[in-house]
Structure formats: structure tokens, C-alpha cells
């Protein structure tokens, strides 16, 4: 995404409707930074808090493994970080 520097992390919490929690986040000062994308796994999406931090939000699509889930977010997330 172009950030420096290039090692930082994000925590991602999991919600039920991302798209919802970005335009909730949005009145206190919070900026959408990657909108709701699907992936195999489910939906994930980043947002600036209104302090600056990266925050990973994230809706599993049903039917897959948890472990499965998060080896694949963690690669999408890398992937559109690159």
C-alpha cells in the first residue's frame, strides 16, 4: 500500500458486515483504506482509526476451516500490501 516503513502489522477483527463498520468509523475520523473485497475465504477490509492505526476488518465465509480461513487472509493480505 505504500506506508512506511514496510513492517508493520495489522489486527484484524472480525465482523459481520465490514462495509457497515467502515461507514460507522468514518464519523469519528476514521478513513477507509481498502473497501470491502472478496476473497475465497470470505470479506476483508482496512481502515485508518482516527489515531493512524491500520485496523483489518473481516466477515468468514461459511463452510471453511478456521485455519484455512486465516492462511488465506493472512496471503490476500500480504498480497495487496505488495
Known sequence: MGYEPHNY?????QVDDPKA???RAASPGGK????P???PTGTFAWMD???GNI??????KQGTSE???AALFY???KFISS
Open 37 to 39: 473485497v472478496e476473497i
Open 67 to 69: 485455519r484455512l480461513r
Open 55 to 60: 485496523n483489518g476488518l473481516r466477515k468468514p
Open 49 to 51: 482509526d482516527p489515531e
Open 75 to 77: 496471503f490476500c493480505a
Open 21 to 23: 463498520y467502515l461507514e
Open 9 to 13: 502489522r495489522t489486527v484484524y477483527v
Open 32 to 35: 477507509t483504506l481498502v473497501p
